[in-house]
């Protein structure tokens, strides 16, 4: 599989915001500035992660550059398309199919909640939409499971906020602090709207390669849900049994395997933020963290910028916001970005093996391991 012999040629950003741009020009500057960087190559395939862009959505990018011909692929998986799309990608070239191929995910979110086909309407009146009712009961049975508490949720924002002022690329970029977020309108309770992500608009690529050197993709693996149940999202919908691994475990046990680490060799890590509770939930469920653990962490600084292990340095989801389809391949261009050790004042120093982990409906989780 996708564990040895790819390397990362190149990286392009559009930032992440609101753009009077449509998402095909959006989607045209992270290529032309991935390919740029990566030499131009002749590229062998694409693949496009997208959740609203629409019918042949890859196909128009790529026409707009005049890069048509070779195959493209568009790949929906929720939050975690442009994970999807980049495993298939890198199966693709360490199994000898392909030399080069470009990976990239763009979106322009409808303004206003995240909704979802996936869930009947019965369903959605239950309070299983994506956002920001299912995020809020199941910030709930975080809260009641391990202790955590709102100021903990709060204190997640001010992280992320704080790194998210180094980032070009990030929606928010100002300092808050835990009454700020406190303060903040109350949307779902636990949630307050500072605790919530922003769905917006944006861009990235990146180029891979067969070969060795520079920052390799030593694993990435997609994973969806089993049976069990809904609040510790191991399935959308199916009971109340207890006990069930949730699909970010299982993706991510599989990728520290193929790429021969352990969460204790990690230097840096992008998780998935849609909330606050959210970035919590995904610390227990890579292995950073025994549940119950979270508030010692943030009390102590050990997860932020300066800390034992920086989870976030971008600002997560939380700063930048989220574009569904370049949601994933955004925390790999930060990643790749810190290995290089081009990130300026939020880079983590002598960073060597990084993570990126994202998960979406319904549900896919993405765990994508590098290393220089």
């Excluded at 955590?148 to 998210?164: C, Q, S």
Aim: aromatic share 4%; hydrophobic share 45%; proline share 6%.
């Amino acid at each position: 599989m996708a564990d040895v012999g790819v390397q990362i040629a190149g990286v392009g950003m559009h930032p992440f915001g609101r753009f009077d741009k449509d998402v095909t020009t959006i989607g045209v500057e992270a290529v032309r500035a991935a390919l740029a960087e990566a030499g131009h190559p002749p590229i062998d395939a694409a693949f496009c992660g997208t959740a609203y862009g629409g019918v042949a959505s890859g196909h128009k990018v790529l026409g707009a550059l005049g890069l048509t011909g070779p195959p493209i692929v568009d790949v929906e998986a929720g939050c975690a398309s442009g994970g999807a799309a980049l495993e298939l990608a890198a199966v693709a070239l360490a199994a000898g199919r392909f030399e080069s191929v470009l990976v990239f995910g763009i979106e322009k979110m409808p303004k206003g909640v995240i909704r979802s086909s996936f869930f009947d309407p019965w369903q959605e009146q239950a309070g299983l939409t994506p956002a920001p009712a299912y995020f809020a009961l199941r910030a709930r049975r975080l809260m009641i499971d391990t202790g955590i508490t709102k100021e903990d949720l709060a204190a997640v924002v001010v992280k992320n906020r704080r790194h998210g002022v180094e980032n070009p690329d990030a929606m928010f970029r100002k300092k808050v602090s835990i009454a700020e977020v406190l303060e903040s309108r109350l949307v779902c309770d636990p949630l307050h709207l500072f605790m919530l992500c922003s769905p917006n608009e944006g861009a990235a690529a990146v180029v891979l390669r067969a070969g060795e050197g520079g920052v390799r993709l030593r694993s990435a693996v997609l994973r969806s849900h089993l049976p069990g149940s809904v609040l510790s999202e191991a399935t959308p919908m199916a009971g109340d049994d207890e006990g069930v691994t949730p699909p970010s475990a299982l993706a991510a046990a599989e990728a520290y395997e193929r790429a021969g680490i352990a969460p204790a060799d990690l230097d840096v890590v992008e998780c998935q933020d849609t909330d606050a509770a959210r970035e919590l939930l995904s610390w227990q469920e890579l292995g950073l963290c025994e549940p119950g653990e979270q508030p010692k962490i943030l009390a102590g600084g050990h997860f932020a910028l300066g800390g034992r292990l920086p989870v976030n340095p971008s600002g997560g989801l939380l700063s930048k916001g989220e574009p569904l389809g370049a949601s994933a391949l955004g925390q790999v261009v930060e990643v790749v970005r810190q290995l290089r050790g081009e990130c300026g004042a939020r880079q983590v120093e002598g960073a060597r093996v990084g993570l990126s982990h994202t998960i979406g409906r319904g549900a896919n989780a993405c765990v994508v391991i590098l290393s220089r």
